[in-house]
C-alpha cells in the first residue's frame, strides 16, 4: 500500500516560511476577537469589546509584519498569498462585522448590510489574488491596489471602541435607529456599507 501524507502530520507546517507565522498570528487575533464578542453578547461587559478591538488592531500590526519578513527574507509563496487572505477575511472582515452586530447593529437591514460588508471583503481579496501579477506590470511588487483594503475597516472598529468609551451601543447607538418595513435599521451602519463598496470599486490606490 503506498504511504500517504497522513503519516506525517507535521508536513505542511515545515513548508510555512517565518512571514507564514505572523500572517497565522494575524488570523489567531482575529478568531479571538470573535470570541470577545461573544463574550459580550452574553455579559454585556464592555470590557469585551476593547478587548476585541485591541486584537483587530494586533492583527493588523502582524498583517503589516507578514509582509515586511517577506520582504526582508525574499521569501513569498502561493501558499503564504492564501494564508494572507483568508486570515484577513477573518480580522478584517468577519470580526468587525461581528463586533458591530454586538454593540446593537442587529436588525434585519443592519444584518443586511453587515453581510454585504463582508462578502465585499471575500470579493476584493479575491480580485486581487487573481489580479496582482497584472497590477505589478511583471515585477515583485504590486504598484497600487483597485479599491481600498479590507484593513481599512480598522477605522470602523476603532469609531465602535470610541463610541463604547461614551457608552455609545446598543440602544443608545449613535444616530439611533430607524424602522423601513417593520424592520430595524440603525443609520451607523451605512458606514459598513460605504466600506464594502469603496473595497469592490475601481478606485485605484497606491501600494507604498
Known amino acids: ?10 508536513a505542511m507546517i515545515r513548508e510555512f516560511h517565518l512571514a507564514d507565522w505572523f500572517t ?8 479571538g476577537a470573535l470570541f470577545s464578542t461573544m463574550s459580550y453578547l452574553e455579559t ?34 502561493s501558499l503564504g498569498r492564501e ?3 483568508l486570515a484577513d477575511v477573518i480580522s478584517f472582515g468577519v470580526a468587525p462585522a461581528m463586533i458591530a452586530y454586538s454593540c446593537g447593529m442587529q436588525g434585519l437591514f443592519d444584518r443586511i448590510v453587515l453581510v454585504y460588508f463582508v ?18 506590470d511583471g515585477g515583485d511588487k504590486v504598484k497600487y491596489f483597485e479599491g481600498t483594503p479590507i484593513p481599512t475597516s480598522l477605522l470602523l472598529v476603532g469609531l465602535i471602541m470610541l463610541a463604547a468609551a461614551n457608552d455609545a451601543l446598543r440602544d443608545r447607538l449613535w444616530f439611533g435607529e430607524i424602522s423601513l ?17 469603496l473595497m469592490i470599486s475601481r478606485i485605484r490606490i497606491p501600494k507604498f
Open 181 to 197: 418595513a417593520g424592520f430595524t435599521l440603525h443609520p451607523l451602519v451605512l458606514l459598513f456599507a460605504l466600506s464594502g463598496s
Open 83 to 85: 494564508l494572507d487572505s
Open 44 to 77: 454585556g461587559d464592555v470590557r469585551h469589546v476593547f478587548f476585541a478591538g485591541w486584537l483587530v488592531v494586533a492583527a493588523m500590526v502582524f498583517d503589516v509584519l507578514d509582509g515586511r519578513v517577506a520582504r526582508w527574507r525574499q521569501k513569498s509563496s
Open 24 to 31: 497565522l498570528a494575524n488570523a489567531a487575533c482575529g478568531t
Open 1 to 10: 500500500m503506498p504511504k500517504t501524507d497522513t503519516a506525517k502530520p507535521f
Open 119 to 136: 462578502v465585499c471583503g471575500v470579493s476584493r481579496l479575491a480580485r486581487y489574488n487573481v489580479t496582482a501579477e497584472a497590477l505589478s
